[in-house]
Nanobody, 123 residues
């Protein structure tokens, strides 16, 4: 079955950087979109970034597009989220997700989810 395992979260000061990883297994993901979402306490889960595995087409939320970079390593079946210039408002649990077909920002279109990794940015 499909498994998505996130890693790389932690505590960082404002202005710092973290790189999240999502190791995907259980099927071929070439025609899948991989997304990163985040959920802060008391808030809805929100879209961060998505990449279509085969073409590399990428979309970002406006709040992160100048600071975050999504990428994938085909050989390792892993998707990354490089987060720079982190702000306290980036504090959340970050989730990796997968869906067949084109990249979308709606979380409701994603079929598979990881367990999440906590990112905490101190001011």
């Amino acid at each position: 079955q499909v498994q998505l395992v996130e890693s790389g979260g932690g505590l960082v000061q404002a202005g710092g950087s973290l790189r999240l990883s999502c190791a995907a297994s259980g099927r071929t993901f070439s025609m899948y979109a991989m997304g990163w979402f985040r959920q802060a306490p008391g808030k809805e889960r929100e879209f961060v970034a998505t990449i279509f595995w085969s073409s590399g087409n990428i979309y970002y939320a406006d709040s992160v597009k100048t600071r975050f970079t999504i990428s994938r390593d085909n050989a390792k079946n892993t998707v990354y989220l490089q987060m720079n210039s982190l702000k306290p408002e980036d504090t959340a649990v970050y989730y990796c997700a997968a869906k067949p077909g084109d990249p979308r920002s709606s979380r409701w279109t994603y079929d598979y989810w990881g367990q999440g990794t906590q990112v905490t940015v101190s001011s």
